[in-house]
């Protein structure tokens, strides 16, 4: 279908409005020639001639009388149309948000982030899915926030950095081992629980303790920090978890938090989502409201590119 000149709908309203080719060629602020000339193309495209002399000015016909109505909320329309999207009132925005994450960072920015949707914008709802064998394009249509460490994304999907994530060793608060120095030779000769969600035996610790003519003993893998942290309050192992998850923990449970003797370097963390969100209103202030939680407060560097 081909469409009209869409240019010739502004000249017919006013030319409607001000029932003549001067009044119209004004409000326009084009020559009244000029407007004369597109007179005589919408008389063609309408097959009606609009204006006609009546006495020493122009009357409209019946069809540019019906027409009036029409052009004017098409108009209205397209204007509406074509302006940049309004300021949302986030109090009144009704949305289901899926983010993806893993249990530590939702240990972590959980409670601020439902905090804040309770406050701010009650007629959203958060739904959290667990990290598993996820693919970036599930950005496209099924999650509207990944959060944690990024893979390598493909180029519709934004990114923005989170502070990075440092770990800590917890033991239970009445360990032998829960006050004093923590020598590296200590820490290595502890048996240690790890979180993975793979099972993995081996990690950059043992990588640094191999440097140093060290090895460890792991008493056991878990997939959860939390999980982790229970397990160090019933035995004498060392739990190594990010440091954020150690502190909340340690506010409910007796555990000491202790410096792991190595330098380890941080995880990076960050945030991604598909284009198809990156200007809309409600998803922008989510994404602001988990990078106030995360202590990235402050806009998106552009919210533009991935990482």
């Known amino acids: 279908m081909q ?8 000249a017919l309203d006013a030319l409607l409005r001000e029932g003549s080719v001067t009044g119209a060629a004004a409000r326009m602020n084009v020559s009244a020639s000029a407007m004369s000339r597109t007179l005589g193309r919408l008389r063609r ?9 009546a006495g020493r000015g122009l009357a409209l016909t019946p069809r540019a009388r019906e027409l009036g109505p029409q052009v004017e909320a098409a108009l209205a329309g397209a204007l509406a149309a074509l302006r940049p999207a309004p300021e949302v009132d986030i109090a009144t925005v009704e949305r289901r948000f899926t983010l993806r994450t893993n249990e530590a960072t939702t240990v972590v920015l959980g409670p601020p982030l439902t905090a804040r949707v309770a406050r701010e914008a009650p007629g959203i709802q958060l739904r959290i899915l667990p990290e598993g064998d996820e693919d970036p394009a599930d950005l496209r249509d099924r999650v509207d926030l990944d959060i944690g460490q ?9 990114s923005r950095p989170l502070p ?3 770990h800590v060793a917890v033991c239970r608060a009445d360990a032998p081992h829960a006050a004093g120095p923590l020598t590296v030779e200590r820490f290595a000769a502890l048996p240690h629980i790890t979180v993975t969600r793979r099972g993995l035996f081996h990690s950059v610790v043992d990588e640094r303790l ?18 982790a942290c229970f397990l160090a309050l019933r035995s004498d192992a060392l ?15 007796p555990l000491a938090v202790r410096e792991i ?11 991604a989502w598909h284009v198809r969100v990156d200007t809309d209103p409600a998803h922008r202030w989510l994404r602001e409201a988990v990078a106030d939680a995360a202590g990235a407060g402050g806009a998106e560097a552009g919210g533009t590119g991935h990482s």
């Open 3 to 10: 469409l009209p000149d869409m240019n010739l709908l502004p």
């Open 45 to 53: 495209v309408l097959d009606d001639p609009l204006l006609v002399p």
């Open 150 to 158: 990024l893979p390598e994304l493909p180029h519709d999907v934004r």
């Open 164 to 166: 990075p994530q440092g």
């Open 210 to 227: 191999a440097e140093l003519g060290l090895a460890r003993r792991i008493l056991a893998t878990v997939p959860s920090p939390v999980t």
């Open 239 to 253: 739990a190594l978890v990010a440091a954020s998850v150690a502190a909340h923990v340690a506010e409910v449970a």
């Open 261 to 271: 003797p190595l330098s380890l370097p941080p995880v990076a963390l960050g945030m």
